[in-house]
Nanobody, 125 residues
Framework: QLQLVESGGGLVQPGGSLRLSCAASGFTLDSYTIGWFRQAPGKEREGVSCISRRGGSTNYADSVKGRFTISRDNAKNTVYLQMNNLKPEDTAIYYC??????????????????WGQGTQVTVSS
């Protein structure tokens, strides 16, 4: 059974950092493009960042550029999202998603096949 599990969320003060992890079970991540998405209360789910199968292509939403970094360790079957200088507007449930795709990664959520259950990130003083 293919499964994605996010971890690493929590409560952090503005300006703080968190590292989210997305671990796969039931399949190997190196065949999949991985995306991170988030959904705040009352808002649509939006793309945050994505990384191609071998890590050669990454993409970021304008709102997180320069603050978030996506990476992957295919040997550990895990993708990471390092989030620095967090802001209250980053508060949301963060989801990772996977699609078996070649080439550049994209942040269109309807293109992703498999989704995790999400992890809550709250940025507040």
């Amino acid at each position: 059974q293919l499964q994605l599990v996010e971890s690493g969320g929590g409560l952090v003060q503005p300006g703080g950092s968190l590292r989210l992890s997305c671990a796969a079970s039931g399949f190997t991540l190196d065949s999949y493009t991985i995306g991170w998405f988030r959904q705040a209360p009352g808002k649509e789910r939006e793309g945050v960042s994505c990384i191609s199968r071998r890590g050669g292509s990454t993409n970021y939403a304008d709102s997180v550029k320069g603050r978030f970094t996506i990476s992957r360790d295919n040997a550990k079957n895990t993708v990471y999202l390092q989030m620095n200088n967090l802001k209250p507007e980053d508060t949301a449930i963060y989801y990772c998603a996977a699609v078996e795709r070649f080439g550049l990664c994209v942040l269109r959520r309807y293109e992703y096949t498999y989704w995790g259950q999400g992890t809550q990130v709250t940025v507040s003083s």
